[in-house]
């Protein structure tokens, strides 16, 4: 996303000195400036839409972290679809889990959603 939203800053700006350079060899670019801010308005709804449906997931894991806290303990074991191990960290957003291949870090929403197994 950050790739996209920087080329529509890029293609803003690139019309906004366009309208601006027109401008001054005195052509009337009234209509090019309302064009600009109904732009502007869309970029705007859009960024915010894509805020509030990335948030969602954060504050969920986020929410969920606590919940978390209180079902499990460090060094429970525990079995999150195909992966089994024990509980090494809980952190804000995601639990840390010690499996026999390593280290897997998963999301606290998870925890509360698609534990199949837990054993203290």
Do not use: C, W
Request: aromatic share 8%; charged share 15%; proline share 1%.
């Amino acid at each position: 996303m950050a790739g996209g939203l920087g080329q529509a800053v890029r293609y803003f700006l690139l019309a906004l000195t366009f309208v601006l350079a027109v401008g001054q060899f005195g052509l009337k670019v009234d209509f090019l400036g309302d064009a600009l801010i109904n732009l502007v308005i869309v970029l705007v709804a859009v960024l915010g839409l894509a805020l509030v449906l990335g948030g969602r997931d954060i504050f969920n894991n986020l929410l969920a972290g606590f919940y978390v806290r209180e079902i499990y303990t460090l060094g429970d074991t525990i079995q999150i679809g195909d992966h089994s191990g024990n509980l090494e960290a809980i952190d804000t957003l995601k639990t840390t889990i010690r499996t026999e291949e390593g280290e897997i870090s998963v999301p606290n929403s998870l925890l509360i959603n698609e534990v199949t197994v837990s054993k203290k």
